[in-house]
């Protein structure tokens, strides 16, 4: 396989993944909310919790300081070392890009990830994670 075929498959396998990451903050809330109201236990679990908060603290960071996400930085590169000038990919690779890459002003970004942020805060109120078990070693 060349160099520019393995950068190009690399960019495309780490859009996919952008591209779950997304899913996983947006699904997880939606599932947090409906689970607390079907009483589906395992919405509750603190694990699962923990890790949903700190993706969406991250992606509210980044934002509120300007940071371009890692994860695009890196696609970006390898895109550019596979000699892509423009957004050159398969299908699902195109139709991913163009779901998570639109234009707007930064300040709507770090805004709307703001505003869901403080949905995923407010549902670790209203569904809270079950508390830690007393005498279980980690």
């Known amino acids: 396989m060349d160099s520019a075929l393995a950068n190009r498959l690399a960019a495309d396998a780490l859009l996919v993944a952008h591209a779950a990451f997304v899913v996983f903050v947006i699904a997880g809330l939606v599932l947090v909310l409906l689970g607390g109201a079907c009483r589906w236990r395992w919405v509750r679990n603190r694990c699962f ?75 670790w109120w209203g569904v809270p994670p079950r508390p830690r078990r007393r005498g279980v070693s980690r």
Request: with cysteine.
């Open 49 to 123: 919790r923990l890790v949903h908060v700190a993706a969406i603290g991250v992606v509210v960071l980044q934002s509120w300081f300007g940071i371009v996400c890692p994860l695009t930085t890196l696609e970006m590169a390898l895109r550019a070392r596979a000699g892509d000038a423009t957004y050159a990919g398969g299908f699902l690779a195109h139709w991913v890009h163009r779901l998570l890459y639109y234009d707007a002003p930064a300040w709507s970004f770090a805004a709307a990830y703001s505003a869901f942020g403080l949905l995923v805060g407010l549902a």
